[in-house]
């Protein structure tokens, strides 16, 4: 079983509907990285949360530190949005990111 | 400046030849990180460096063998790789100190895709 695990794998969506991601933990980790990687390869970090929730244009963060289960919330969703979606937990008192194996979004028009 | 630069993006080698590839920030960060990825799999750490010291080394073959020569840059030095160390290699770098945003804040480079003949 992985220490981070993502759901679902693959998710597919209207432009316009509202998408969520979820990933839960099963490691203490001192803070929560939600990361975007389009095809070319690159990854952006959206968000880093260590408690509560956080905002962003349409992107919503959330996570739950007790029951270790964090949230991606994607409103109003638009084709430019499709990319693979990551969480990784940062190791507590570490450098080590664990990596959840990604949530591939596809928004069609 | 928020960048973390990766150099070649891409590059084609033999299993018999030696070749680096480059890492940059300046950003002051003082981790600094490289991982391979592989098509459809989420990012795998292979080291760490801390202050420009090697702090994770997660059993990473000998043929891959990683420098950082000042708090700016990092290399990853390849001799003799394998086919099956064609992949994309990343780096990362994050301030890392304490558990405020600004420390923890992940930035990731382009990527460089390696291929290996």
């Known amino acids: 079983k992985n220490e981070v695990e993502q759901s679902p794998q693959n998710l597919t969506a209207q432009e316009g509907e509202f998408i969520t991601i979820n990933c839960s933990y099963s490691?203490?980790?001192?803070?929560l990285h939600w990361l975007q990687q389009h095809p070319g390869g690159g990854i952006v970090s959206l968000f880093m949360l260590s408690s509560g929730k956080k905002k962003h244009g349409r992107l919503i963060a959330t996570i739950n530190i007790q029951e270790k289960h964090s949230s991606l919330h994607i409103t109003a969703s638009h084709p430019r949005d499709s990319a693979v979606y990551i969480c990784?937990?940062?190791?507590?008192?570490?450098?080590?990111?664990?990596f959840g194996t990604g949530t591939r979004l596809q928004v069609f028009p | 400046d928020t960048e973390v630069t990766q150099t070649p993006k891409h590059l084609v080698m033999g299993m018999t030849n030696k070749k680096s590839l480059k890492c940059e920030q300046h950003?002051?960060?003082?981790?600094m990180y490289w991982y391979k990825q592989k098509a459809k799999k989420p990012p795998e750490l292979m080291f760490v460096?801390?202050?420009?010291?090697?702090?994770i080394n997660e059993s990473v073959p000998s043929r891959f063998s990683p420098e950082c020569p000042n708090s700016s840059l990092l290399n990853l030095h390849l001799h003799a790789l394998q086919p099956e160390d064609s992949a994309l290699y990343l780096c990362a770098s994050r301030r890392g100190t304490g558990p405020t945003d600004s420390g923890n804040t992940i930035y990731f480079g382009e990527g460089s895709w390696l291929t290996v003949v």
């Open positions: 460096y801390s202050y420009e010291k090697l702090s």
């Open positions: 990784a937990g940062l190791l507590y008192n570490t450098d080590k990111l664990i």
């Open positions: 950003m002051g960060h003082r981790a």
């Open positions: 490691v203490g980790i001192s803070a």
